[in-house]
């Protein structure tokens, strides 16, 4: 069926999540949604008019095919003239992209032969780490790379180091000229560091969406154009996103499965002492869903101060988890530790490839239960399991199920885990958007690397104990 005439398919089931199922000091009843179920409305009628008035422009991304067009254009133009692709960003600027191609390339496609891979070989350079990024460019051929460097501003600290870093190694290996031509710079439309070299330099760029935070970019270019070189269906994606969106019209929180989420994760917070929220896909494949929902959920509502100004200091912390992996590390604590946790396990309804498990040799009867089985089956029994080992905890749980794993599906998750972030954070009163205590620390690593302009804030940095003070004096 074509992308365009699905309908969203997710399922979410709650029910374990619920007081009948692990008591009413665990679970959310009834009541506790019929008593939050006004706010959510009057919640979804002022998100309703921001929109209107130009906020939240995220909602829109879904529409944009033109955008997406040009992308498949470029992607095809580029995909079979470079042997390899490196990504430079952090956070949302490259969380999304990394997310999107583990869900939907092969899991190995770097090794694959040239023949057998759809694009590129993939890198992504987020952390300044030397030894990665040496590794990185030892292991590409800089004749052949095309580099994609994603910031809004290309003020970064981590990014604009990354990117000089490249640039400098480029340069050397085919020269300035050529190395213009092996450069896309994804970021603002008009203005910011990166903006201005790219205007200098030559270098193509696509825009990162004004008015949009960086963790809800990854259905802009920042998400869709490393995608689409990867051989990704981009215009599935958004398929898959406006499906969702059109799902998620109705202001009753039963209805609207975002507003759903959001209700249950921070009733689970706010009147259940859950404040740590748990995502635990059941395939390799959606791991990447987890790690970009994390900064989404850790970034957009851990607030010290309500929208009033009080101080609330607001948020559950996200943790990762992927199965069945983790129930031989985390599912222990998480069962009998503290019961301090909701847990979103996802489940896939049809894996894309099927291994049958051969049959135990006769001499082992103990592995007899594995005839006529297969690994998928094993995997999704195995999360059954876990969700009936929590239950019977009185550890609430609730099951997110896709009917499988493709694009449509992919961007259904991004817009659900979007919305339903939104919408936490009104039922927080805090804002979802911007991030005070991220640009605390940008601003103290520009002041430790003795960037002009934050003379203050090092000389007050310097007021630290003795140990701290000689580390800045060294730098």
Known sequence: MASENRTSGLVIDYRNATATAVGEEHGVSATDLDDIAPKVADEHARIGQEHDSGVQKWQDLPDNTELADEIVT?????????????????GGSSLGAIATI???GHPFR?????????????????NPDPEKVAATLETVNLESTLVNVVSKSGQTAETAANFLVVRDALHRAVGPDKARDQIVATTDPAEGLLRQLSDQEGYRTFPVPPGVDGRQTVLSAVGLLPAAIAGVDVHGMLA???????RATSSDVRENPAYLLAALSVLADTKHHKPMLVTMPY?????GIADWFRQLWAESLGKKLSVNGSVVNAGQTPIKALGAIDQHSQIQ?????????????????????????????GSMPELGYFTGGELGQLLDRERLATSWALTGAQRPNLTITTPSIDAFALGEFFYL???QTVMAGAL????PFGQPGVEAGKNATYALMGRSGYEALKAELLTEPENARAYINDA
């Open 74 to 90: 470029f992607a095809g133009d580029v995909r079979d003239r470079f042997s390899d692709f490196i990504l430079i960003g952090i």
């Open 102 to 104: 583990g869900a939907l």
């Open 110 to 126: 770097n090794l694959l032969p040239p023949d057998q891979r759809e694009g590129p070989r993939f890198f992504v350079l987020d």
């Open 240 to 246: 898959g996103a406006a499906a969702m969106r059109e």
């Open 283 to 287: 395939a390799d494949a959606l791991y």
């Open 333 to 361: 604590l998480y069962t009998e530790g503290p019961n301090d946790k909701l847990i979103q396990l996802i489940a896939v309804g049809g894996y894309r490839d099927t291994v049958a498990i051969p049959d135990p040799p």
């Open 417 to 419: 885990l979007q919305l």
């Open 428 to 431: 927080y009163d805090v804002n």
